[in-house]
Nanobody, 121 residues
Framework: QVQLVESGGGLVQPGGSLRLSCAAN????????MGWYRQAPGKQRELVAV???????NYADSVKGRFTISRDNAKNAVYLQMNSLRPEDTAVYYC???????????????WGQGTQVTVSS
């Protein structure tokens, strides 16, 4: 079984920074994608950023140039450095892992419990 443990959320003023961390515990296949999603009150969960096991990244347009996703494959961990935070970034941020034994096998998906990020003065 795979578990995702997130940390790093909190309250920050507009223009400030936060760094989220997510560690995946369990048997993680080398073919995987890790990422961050967020859900604000009354809105659907949306992609923030994802990174493949080979290091390819993809960002939501709303966070490009402000957020940076990175990972440590040895630790099965993914990070989200968030700079120049805005009130509209306020949401619960979720870590997600998709992995598969090989390219011919289906992916399995796991979610973290979520961490609250609040941007307010």
């Amino acid at each position: 079984q795979v578990q995702l443990v997130e940390s790093g959320g909190g309250l920050v003023q507009p223009g400030g920074s936060l760094r989220l961390s997510c560690a995946a515990n369990g048997n993680i296949f080398s073919l995987n994608v890790m990422g961050w999603y967020r859900q604000a009150p009354g809105k659907q969960r949306e992609l923030v950023a994802v990174i493949t096991s080979s290091g390819s990244t993809n960002y939501a347009d709303s966070v490009k140039g402000r957020f940076t996703i990175s990972r440590d494959n040895a630790k099965n961990a993914v990070y989200l450095q968030m700079n120049s935070l805005r009130p509209e970034d306020t949401a619960v941020y979720y870590c997600k892992l998709d992995h598969a034994y090989s390219a011919t096998f289906p992916y399995s998906t796991y979610w973290g419990q979520g961490t609250q990020v609040t941007v307010s003065s």
